[in-house]
């Protein structure tokens, strides 16, 4: 088996510059299934991508989804999770393949809550993961972090915050 580099996994996946940072490519919208009625307009019941970072872009910057998550890691490097809920609490978990020292392949992250990812040193330059959200995305339920607003939120957390958001002023 080939060891693939960055470059070669956005070529082979043909993924795109995401939002928050890294790469991604919807690989499934449920548009063979009634729409979902939600509080913010029609989704589709499930939506699933690929989502990749990269030594170039190794950061999924803190955002917010109203809907469940439900994440799986494939390959590469591990990658850390940050999540605020909304009363505050933080949350670090690491995705990986290493099983036995507690690296998740498969992790659920509830709607409500801010989430940002970081991609840890390791010999691949790159970690992937697929990200199946219900109800399906859209970005009518998302929002990307602005670092003042969310530090005034959390100033608990400012350190974090600043690091995994963009300095926009
Ligand atoms: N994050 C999780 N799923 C998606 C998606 O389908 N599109 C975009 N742009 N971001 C996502």
Do not use: C
């Amino acid at each position: 088996m080939h060891k693939p580099n960055a470059q070669a996994v956005i070529s082979a996946l043909e993924l795109e510059p995401h939002v928050e940072g890294g790469y991604f490519r919807r690989t499934f919208q449920a548009d063979q299934r009634p729409m979902l009625e939600t509080e913010r307009g029609e989704r589709y019941l499930m939506t699933s991508i690929y989502y990749l970072l990269t030594e170039q872009s190794p950061i999924g910057r803190f955002h917010f989804n109203e809907s469940d998550i439900l994440h799986f890691f494939h390959a590469g490097d591990a990658l850390e999770y940050t999540l605020i809920f909304a009363d505050g609490s933080l949350q670090t978990l690491v995705m990986g393949s290493d099983i036995l020292a507690g690296q998740l392949l498969q992790m659920h992250v509830p709607g409500g809550i801010w989430k940002a990812s970081r991609l840890l040193d390791g010999s691949n330059g790159f970690g992937l993961i697929s990200e199946v959200v219900s109800p399906g995305f859209d970005f009518g339920d998302m929002q990307m972090g602005d670092r003042q607003k969310l530090t005034a939120q959390f100033p608990q957390h400012r350190a974090l915050i600043e690091k995994l958001t963009l300095d926009e002023d």
